[in-house]
């Protein structure tokens, strides 16, 4: 038994209210609860905004669509997508010339990982380079119209790459 209340006390006709104070058995307690909980409401009517009305007596509900395709029209026919067009080239690419090199860096660590587990080759390529550097590089980075040439071929490379 569960006691409704605060005093704990019966009321005197036997009656089983949940709002005066009294002894309540569970199943009593769960069907009168059940019975008192407020109900949700299925759906919602919303009114339309003041003045929705004026502007939709004449037409049909709806009409979003055939809004978008009026107004998708009409910006393609105003010329506004080549001046987007020529503004937006140099973002473009820049953003395609970033993906590219992502691109090639992928490749590059690709092939990186698969030298790396192949054994012994990473040591070899190592020392290739070292010999390299101290048979070629070495030479014509110390004498200086070696390094002026070396120097100047860079220079030219870069200019033709950045298209100057």
């Not at 393609?76 to 992502?102: D, V």
Request: hydrophobic share 50%; proline share 7%.
């Amino acid at each position: 038994m569960f006691t409704a209340g605060a005093t704990g006390q019966v009321p005197a006709s036997g009656e089983h209210s949940l709002s005066s104070p009294a002894c309540v058995s569970p199943g009593e307690l769960l069907n009168s609860s059940a019975a008192q909980l407020p109900s949700v409401a299925s759906s919602i009517l919303v009114p339309p905004l003041p003045g929705a009305s004026e502007q939709q007596a004449g037409s049909e509900p709806g009409g979003e669509w055939e809004l978008l395709l009026s107004k998708w029209q009409t910006w393609w026919t105003s010329g506004e997508l080549i001046a987007l067009a020529s503004q937006a080239r140099k973002p473009l690419l820049l953003i395609a010339g970033l993906l590219a090199l992502l691109l090639v860096l992928l490749l590059y660590a690709g092939l990186l990982a698969a030298l790396e587990s192949l054994p012994l080759l990473p040591g070899l390529l190592e020392l290739v380079a070292v010999i390299w550097l101290v048979r070629y590089g070495g030479p014509r980075l110390l004498h200086r119209d070696e390094r002026q040439r070396l120097i100047a071929a860079l220079a030219s490379r870069w200019r033709g790459f950045l298209g100057g």
